[in-house]
């Protein structure tokens, strides 16, 4: 079964930097383009990143736009999510997400709090 499982969060301060991961099975990595997600406290969760199957096209949402830069490893099934400059207001819950025949997957997530 498709199983995402993330990891890499933590307390951090303001302007530091973390670097996410999601370790996927279950089915094809290297075909399946992966997406990050996040849902703050009392927010709907909301799009972060996204990146293709070969890793050559990538897509951001403004609020991490040049902060953050998604990235995967095929070889290793996984996908990378690098968080720089790091603000207060990214403290949230990280999920990696795909699709897969229709439906979509989600991690159960990761906690990352940014200390001002």
């Known amino acids: 079964q498709v199983q995402l499982v993330e990891s890499g969060g933590g307390l951090v301060q303001s302007g530091g930097s973390l670097r996410l991961s999601c370790a996927a099975s279950?089915?094809?990595?290297?075909?399946?383009?992966m997406n990050w997600y996040r849902q703050a406290p009392g927010k709907e969760r909301e799009f972060i990143a996204s990146?293709?199957?070969?890793?050559?096209?990538?897509a951001y949402a403004e609020s991490v736009k040049g902060r953050f830069t998604i990235s995967r490893v095929n070889a290793k099934d996984t996908v990378y999510l690098q968080m720089n400059s790091l603000k207060p207001e990214d403290t949230a819950v990280y999920y990696c997400?795909?699709?897969?025949?229709?439906?979509?997957?989600w991690g159960k997530g990761t906690l990352v709090t940014v200390s001002s």
């Open positions: 997400k795909t699709m897969h025949y229709g439906m979509n997957y």
């Open positions: 279950g089915f094809t990595f290297s075909i399946s383009t």
């Open positions: 990146i293709n199957s070969g890793g050559s096209s990538t």
